[in-house]
């Protein structure tokens, strides 16, 4: 299976009288390709609508609901999260009544016969597997944002349903712009047939480009012209000028930078660092804005209202703060009682204790004046109520980080970008075309505004070129992130059997975009050998074949090679056990390193990573170091023993003074000369191997030849050739039926822990339990339940233990050492770690991935809550945002009725339900409904 090398060319198909009579209720007309959309819808066609944010691709969506009831049939809308599916049901439940629209969100169900159903893909998903009756009479099924299927945790989702739902399905899929559409919708008619793309690049409200600079705002290119795309599909690109004006800007700011530079060196470190903490003495641009003059120079504009991204929550949250320092205020007094009356909607059900913890003041006082925050970490009812204000014109600024440009239908009159850097997790890297396009894409609101303005504000060693190339390029190509899971698989085979399952793995699009890589490294493989041939050729000696001489040579590299890695390997995993033995009081010889010589062990510092001990010791310098394994190239020798206080604190010098002198008194009776670890001789075999080969070498014509050292140079970039030859082939037979082939290895774990029959071809009981969980550490889970880890644990307990198995704790969210709440928590955490570990290493052993580690960070605070503790105290205690504390909740919560389901009837469903009662209350009842 491969992508086309073209784009398929549709034959063009004319609307129907459905689709007029459709049109007819728009009070304007619609746009050609939206024309062309729902004219393959009416002919009975799959299509995937690709075009950019707020091009009203969602009218061929809703266009299909309109098919469906006016021919009698069932359509599901699919949206990626419950904000987005409320807000399309109210949508629909307004244009064709609550009596023919229902909503099915997982813990929400409203009317869920109704012909028209708008649900998140995931309860479409479960309900393909469950072989729901619901799914009778269905004729259509939209997936809107289909792009999520990129997504890394829930992307898979997608692919399972597009190939799971009956082929007298119609799917509409609706997709933000992407460079890949064309093999993203070739793939769209292989699985699915007669399926259509439609693609559109033209805005429907053309986006100005600027960058202010100080408190002006210049335009980024020199013709003034919007951002406009021109060639065929989403790879077009825009040639333009940069407006020479900003060129100026950066020349002259990098010149002052120079000199200021030049004339510091010169002057005394304390003045330097108060001229600059007060920003005297410079007599360069000021270019930099602030976010207050921002502001207020896009109000002066008429440029507001704004999104302004800042990719940090607490850059978003002290931009707000900010702006009520400088007492901006950007509302009128009958939108002030608007807003006012949305605030307290939001924090009706709150106690006020719970909005004290929110900072609700503080909130309720930036929203009278036009400003607000909006990321994940705000409680989601905050959240909506900003939503909402934007949508409605109340709210003029909104402080976003990147997730808004994602998440639901929140248009702007322009856009702003502070930097054009974000961290992603690990690094601070540059935001790539396609972020930026997705990014601004919100600026210009249909039917409102003429025009849209994307702004980038002036920042330190900015280049207006970068800008000019992010504005210049559509680069969004979309990527599948589907995997076989424990789930899918039994899931799957309870419903088609192994054979067919696997065979419907092999239609996904990673495996689509996989196979359309193997033709690229097929082309690479015939290139190269063409090459190498020629490379043999042109090696060629007089006095012999050059080419065997050269494979002489080279078997000898790497025999000798070899040998050393294996020494090498061989000292290293000596060293490590050497390590995991010592223990508290051992002497030992350190063999490298800064701290060569003898030290006492204090701790052996074997953690979770048994493959790197780190033992910290104190060393003949009465110094104490935490020492890893490059102080080891060779195993220590422990020479003695001594003993080391059990309360032994390094932090104190008395107890440091102790140790240093009971260590040197043992030294002195020791034999500080013992023998050292001497690497073994290389083995025999391979010596006398590598002695023939030399011999063969030399008896060989092409020996004694004058030019031979410039015959091996060719014949080692024949040889380098094709090692790369052989590397490829290696991607390419791993690439070929790769998910397939991990489809098989699961169905083998599974098989052999009794989820699946022996020969992996039916499904046992155990993997009717399994097939109830969708946690991302689904077997673990599975594994717990059977072994009955959950039994004896009272309701917060549970709740508590379970935690683990669905949180992980975001870079720097977890500041004190974790722990779980009581005994039998903490001795059922350690059977969950133990059967973790047991799966860790059968998958190993299958060469599968093993699942993230549990997390107990958030034990504590479940427990604790379950209890009824106070929302503050645990927001102080876990330092998380309310935000985040209500979303990890709402997935414990979710985590453990998978759980109750699985486990069937007895204590554990009963206490896991207890449990779920006693977390659903406060902030965390409030947003049940709302999106995370």
């Not at 047939?193 to 100080?214: D, K, N, T, Y």
């Not at 223990?583 to 953690?607: F, L, M, N, T, Y």
């Not at 080891?632 to 002198?661: C, E």
């Amino acid at each position: 299976m491969t992508a086309p090398e073209r784009p398929p060319q549709e034959s063009p198909v004319e609307p129907g009288p459905l689709f007029a009579t459709f049109a007819s209720a728009y009070p304007f007309g619609l746009d050609p390709y939206q024309r062309d959309a729902c004219a393959h819808v009416e002919a009975g066609q799959g299509v995937l609508v690709a075009a950019p944010t707020g091009a009203g691709k969602t009218v061929v969506g809703e266009f299909a609901v309109f098919c469906a009831l006016a021919t009698g049939r069932k359509c599901f809308y699919t949206t990626p999260i419950k904000a987005l599916s409320n807000q399309k049901y109210h949508d629909l439940a307004e244009r064709h009544g609550t009596d023919r629209v229902g909503l099915l969100t997982g813990d929400t169900s409203i009317n869920s016969e109704a012909p028209v159903v708008v649900m998140t893909t995931e309860v479409l998903r479960n309900m393909i597997y469950a072989g729901s009756a619901t799914l009778a009479n269905l004729g259509y099924v939209v997936m809107d944002e289909v792009h999520y299927l990129a997504d890394r945790f829930r992307g898979a989702v997608w692919e399972e349903v597009i190939i799971g739902l009956a082929p007298s399905v119609q799917v509409v899929s609706l997709s933000a712009t992407v460079s890949n559409a064309e093999e993203f919708g070739a793939w769209l008619d292989e699985v699915r047939g007669g399926v259509a793309i439609v693609v559109s690049e033209r805005r429907p409200v053309p986006l100005f480009q600027h960058v202010m600079a100080g408190r002006r705002i210049h335009d980024l290119f020199a013709d003034e012209a919007p951002t406009a795309f021109t060639g065929e599909g989403s790879a077009a690109t825009l040639r333009a000028d940069v407006n020479p004006e900003l060129t100026r800007l950066a020349k002259e700011e990098s010149r002052f930078v120079r000199d200021d530079s030049r004339r510091q060196r010169g002057r005394g470190q304390r003045d330097r660092i108060e001229r600059n903490a007060a920003g005297r003495g410079q007599r360069g641009p000021q270019l930099v804005p602030r976010r207050d003059g921002a502001v207020e120079k896009l109000e002066a504009e008429g440029l507001l209202p704004a999104i302004y991204f800042i990719f940090s929550r607490a850059g978003c949250d002290q931009a707000v703060e900010q702006l009520l320092r400088s007492g901006i205020r950007l509302t009128s007094g009958q939108e002030r009682a608007q807003l006012t009356a949305l605030a307290d909607a939001a924090a009706e059900g709150l106690g006020r204790d719970d909005l004290a913890a929110l900072g609700f003041s503080t909130f309720k006082e930036a929203l009278q004046r036009g400003v607000a925050a909006h990321h994940a970490g705000m409680l989601p009812a905050f959240k909506e109520c900003v939503e909402e204000g934007f949508v409605r014109g109340l709210v003029k600024v909104v402080f976003a980080t990147e997730t808004l440009a994602l998440g639901i239908n929140m248009p702007a009159r322009s856009v702003v970008l502070e930097k054009l850097v974000k961290f992603n997790g690990e690094a601070h890297v540059d935001i790539t075309p396609g972020e930026y396009t997705q990014l601004t894409g919100r600026a210009g609101r249909r039917g409102i505004d003429v025009e849209g303005h994307a702004v980038v504000l002036w920042h330190r060693n900015m280049d207006p070129r970068q800008v000019a190339g992010l504005a210049s390029r559509r680069t969004y190509p979309l990527r599948s992130s589907f995997s076989p899971t424990y789930n899918m698989a039994v899931n799957m085979v309870a419903r088609v059997g192994r054979q067919k399952a696997r065979g419907l793995l092999e239609q996904s699009f990673a495996q689509f975009q996989s196979d359309a890589g193997v033709v690229g490294l097929a082309r690479a493989i015939a290139r190269k050998t063409e090459a190498v041939g020629a490379l043999w050729a042109d090696a060629a000696c007089e006095q012999g074949d050059f080419e065997e001489y050269a494979r002489i040579r080279a078997e000898i590299a790497a025999l000798e090679a070899a040998a050393a890695r294996s020494r090498k390997s061989d000292r290293r995993a000596e060293a490590i056990s050497a390590l995991l033995a010592v223990q508290p009081g051992d002497i030992i010889s350190v063999p490298a390193g800064r701290h060569e010589g003898w030290a006492v062990v204090i701790d052996p510092g074997v953690g979770r990573d048994r493959n790197q001990p780190a033992p910290v010791v104190m060393t003949e310098q009465r110094q104490v170091k935490k020492l890893s394994l490059t102080d080891f190239p060779s195993p220590p020798v422990v020479a003695a023993r001594m003993r080391v206080p059990k309360h032994f604190d390094a932090r104190q010098a008395k107890d440091r003074r102790n140790l240093a002198a009971a260590f040197h008194s043992r030294l002195a009776t020791i034999d500080t000369s013992v023998e050292r670890y001497q690497p073994a001789a290389r083995d025999a075999q391979v010596s006398a191997e590598v002695a023939r080969l030399r011999d063969t070498m030399r008896d060989h014509p092409c020996h004694d030849c004058p030019d031979r050292e410039a015959h091996a140079r060719t014949a080692e970039k024949a040889l380098r050739t094709e090692r790369d030859i052989a590397d490829l082939r290696r991607q390419s037979e791993r690439r070929t039926n790769t998910i397939a082939t991990r489809f098989d290895k699961i169905c083998t774990v599974l098989a052999a822990l009794g989820y699946l029959s022996e020969d992996a071809e039916t499904v046992t009981d155990a993997g009717r339990l399994l097939a109830r969980i969708y946690s991302e550490l689904d077997l673990v889970a599975a594994e717990c339940i059977r072994a009955g880890v959950f039994d004896e644990l009272t309701a917060p307990e549970l709740a508590a233990v379970i935690s683990a198995l669905t949180y992980e704790a975001r870079g720097g969210d977890q500041r004190r050492p974790a722990r779980m709440p009581t005994r039998s928590a903490e001795i059922a955490q350690t059977m969950v770690r133990r059967i973790w570990r047991e799966v860790s290493l059968m998958e190993r052993d299958h060469r599968l991935d093993d699942g993230r580690e549990p997390d107990i960070g958030f034990a504590e605070a479940t427990y604790l809550w379950a209890g009824g503790a106070a929302l503050g105290d645990l927001l102080e205690a876990t330092e998380l945002t309310a935000g985040d504390f209500v979303r990890w909740m709402r997935m414990v919560i979710d985590l453990v009725g998978q759980v109750a389901d699985a486990a069937g009837p007895g204590p554990v469903r009963d206490r896991a339900r207890e449990a779920i009662r006693m977390l659903r209350r406060g902030v965390v009842d409030a947003a049940w409904n709302e999106d995370d």
